[in-house]
């Protein structure tokens, strides 16, 4: 409930997302448990890449559809991915 009070002080409606959206270069979403990932699908709906651990509920989405990337829950491959020109 202390969420949705700042997000409502903070006026951030959906067309102020979608505006921050848009003017992303990427989404990294990595985490031990992340039983859907509903970020994840509002990035790929504003075409905004997204890097995502393999244990994200729509990683086989962007391994189907794109734009993005799955990586192991590993600092290492997360790492590497960021750092390649892969989006």
Request: with cysteine; glycine share 4%; net charge negative.
């Amino acid at each position: 409930m202390k969420l949705r009070k700042l997000v409502e002080n903070l006026r951030i409606d959906n067309k102020a997302v979608l505006k921050l959206f848009r003017r992303s270069d990427l989404l990294a979403l990595v985490s031990y448990t992340e039983n859907f990932g509903y970020v994840a699908v509002e990035a790929m709906a504003a075409k905004v890449p997204v890097l995502l651990s393999e244990n994200v509920g729509v990683c086989d989405a962007v391994r189907e559809d794109g734009p993005g990337l799955v990586v192991p829950v590993d600092e290492e491959a997360i790492a590497n991915a960021l750092m390649r020109d892969a989006f």
